[in-house]
């Protein structure tokens, strides 16, 4: 293996006239803004920031474009990137000032430069853990009490994020900082032909201006980005897919940088040609038409199926045959997942589990069915459903071995009623009691539940009369969770869990909930039963005591709507447990 030093000018043209590409074992792009933020800041003060692995082959191998435009090169696929695909993307959409393409939508990468950055060393970096499964709470969005910020970790500290980001050097670009003259769009510097623009946008309309030297300066040692130096180590060209598929697995593995289906997805890439296609075409119809499936979970049911557990470790050991005949079934499983979640269990997005695992599962039992489900397993199924993700089955401890019991017990025929009493088992009930809302918010298993539940009932919007769904077009429609007594009238007297409870928040719409704004329910509620009736409220489970609707009641008001919400819940779930499923 040879070592090449270049410059990412160099790897950006490579990018660009198509010569460099990736391997289809590779991932798709990945990187939040942030990421690019911190690269970008490690590149302009020198710091290390890793290598670049490609491997150059004379053989026709299956490859894909990167996540940036590229032209078509007569030398495509000659030069295959293992590792560095997030940086250089990233470098190349900013630099070159070009969107990215994420799951087929364009979507740019705006980076601010702050010219009066201080000098001496970085402010802090954050370090991101695991991506969480996405929630309800990330799909139905906060409410509209202007006098607070959305975000709970947040709230009270916008001079302290103000006066943290007048420390940092690049920032992701928002409209209120873009407004200020000395925060410059990174793309903007590399595009331009000059400083002239750039400066005079910042105020400086003379040579002698005292900042005129300092930020020319921080302008070129911006543009030297280009010039920095990354190793790139070239694999010779006699290796084989195979044998490139490993050292990929194992580059990526000793960092911990891929997930274990990234990983896998490799290794079955290699001795599969094309499979990755068929996964994302796969995935694409299910976005058009169901759901967002990740890869990573198509990659995990194409296992599942081709050897009945859920693991990746020996995915290396599994025969083409059996993978091929694994994704069929995993196809087949997954379209009656979809099609069950959607007709039968009124999920009318995947932000409504509590894991992406419940595909799975769901598929498995219908493919250990042969596709049929008797009247009395469709309503257990449902009841699984609503109980298991409610509780968190897969969203907390070992997920893999969770996964894999539940899959061993369909797999030995074992009845819905098996997987219930496992549910019962790890959580001790399947009813839900008040003391389950006690401190539990909008990033709780249990929220998609209480959705769901109030849906049921007949719960609407309480300006417009619309029922609560997540299939509303228009923005003014798209249902919001709402806090009925608005955080900035509890702030200081009550603790953050108390004010951020699922028995506070309401299900309304977007217009709804900027009316509303941070008036005290004393004062709207009245005018929503004027107008809505009490039904209004009474399917959304709110107390109708006004004695309930002032301020200082308002652990009286949690503990009357816990109850109600509980008693809600249950009678939804009793009423689909025998046939015909009423949901």
Not at 62 to 90: C, E, I, N
Not at 107 to 131: C, K, Q, S, W, Y
Not at 348 to 359: G, K, M, R, V, Y
Not at 374 to 379: D, I, L, Y
Request: with cysteine.
């Amino acid at each position: 293996m040879r070592k090449v030093d270049t410059t990412v000018k160099d790897m950006i043209a490579m990018i660009a006239r198509g010569e460099l590409r990736l391997p289809e074992m590779q991932r798709r792009y990945v990187w939040r803004a942030a990421r690019v933020r911190d690269l970008f800041d490690s590149l302009y003060r020198g710091y290390p920031s890793g290598s670049v692995l490609v491997w150059e082959t004379d053989q026709e191998q299956p490859s894909r474009d990167l996540a940036v435009s590229q032209s078509v090169s007569p030398f495509s696929g000659h030069k295959l990137l293992l590792d560095g695909q997030q940086r250089l993307t990233s470098l190349s959409a900013v630099l070159r000032g070009e969107p990215v393409k994420v799951r087929g939508r364009q979507r740019p990468i705006d980076i601010l430069f702050n010219l009066e950055h201080p000098d001496g060393p970085a402010d802090f970096t954050e370090v991101e853990g695991d991506e969480e499964t996405p929630g309800a709470a990330e799909e139905i969005e906060g409410d509209g009490d202007s006098e607070d910020d959305d975000n709970d970790e947040d709230e009270a500290r916008e001079s302290e994020i103000q006066e943290r980001l007048n420390r940092l050097t690049f920032v992701v670009a928002a409209k209120s900082l873009a407004q200020y003259p000395s925060w410059v769009s990174v793309s903007k510097v590399f595009k331009s032909d000059g400083d002239g623009d750039i400066l005079k946008a910042a105020g400086i309309t003379s040579l002698d201006d005292p900042r005129y030297a300092k930020y020319t300066k921080r302008l070129q040692k911006l543009r030297r980005i280009r010039e920095y130096q990354y190793v790139m180590h070239v694999l010779e060209r006699d290796l084989s897919y195979e044998e490139v598929a490993e050292i990929f697995v194992r580059v990526n593995s000793l960092g911990v940088k891929l997930r274990g289906s990234d990983l896998a997805l490799a290794q079955i890439t290699a001795r599969w040609p094309n499979s990755l296609k068929l996964l994302e075409e796969f995935q694409q119809q299910c976005e058009e038409r169901f759901f967002t499936l990740d890869l990573g979970l198509l990659v995990r049911a194409m296992v599942v199926f081709a050897s009945g557990q859920s693991r990746f470790l020996s995915v290396g050991s599994i025969s083409i045959e059996r993978l091929k005949a694994g994704w069929e079934d995993a196809k087949q499983g997954l379209v009656f997942a979809t099609n069950f979640l959607k007709s039968n269990a009124k999920v009318d997005d995947e932000s409504l589990l509590s894991s992406p695992l419940f595909f799975i599962a769901l598929a498995a039992f219908f493919n250990k069915r042969r596709g049929n489900l008797a009247a009395g397993e469709e309503c257990e199924l449902l009841q699984w459903l609503y109980v298991a993700n409610a509780r968190g089955r897969y969203s907390r401890g070992s997920t893999e071995t969770l996964l894999d019991f539940d899959l061993s017990t369909i797999n030995r025929g074992g009845s819905v009623g098996d997987l219930l009493s496992t549910v019962k088992q790890q959580f001790g009930r399947l009813d839900f009691g008040p003391e389950d809302f006690v401190g539990r918010g909008a990033r709780s298993p249990l929220f998609s539940l209480v959705f769901l539940a109030l849906q049921s009932a007949g719960a609407k919007d309480w300006q417009s009369g619309l029922g609560i769904s997540l299939t509303h077009s228009g923005r003014w429609h798209y249902i919001q969770y709402h806090h009925i007594f608005p955080k900035s009238l509890l702030k200081g007297r009550y603790v953050q869990k108390e004010i951020n409870e699922i028995a506070n928040m309401a299900f309304v719409s977007g217009k709804t909930n900027r009316k509303i704004s941070n008036k005290a329910p004393k004062d709207y509620l009245p005018k929503v039963m004027a107008e809505r009736g009490q039904d209004a409220l009474l399917t959304q489970q709110v107390p109708l005591d006004p004695h309930l609707h002032q301020l200082d009641n308002y652990r009286a008001f949690l503990e009357a709507r816990r109850l109600m919400l509980a008693n809600r819940i249950n009678e939804f779930l009793t009423s689909i447990v025998k046939p015909p499923c009423s949901t």
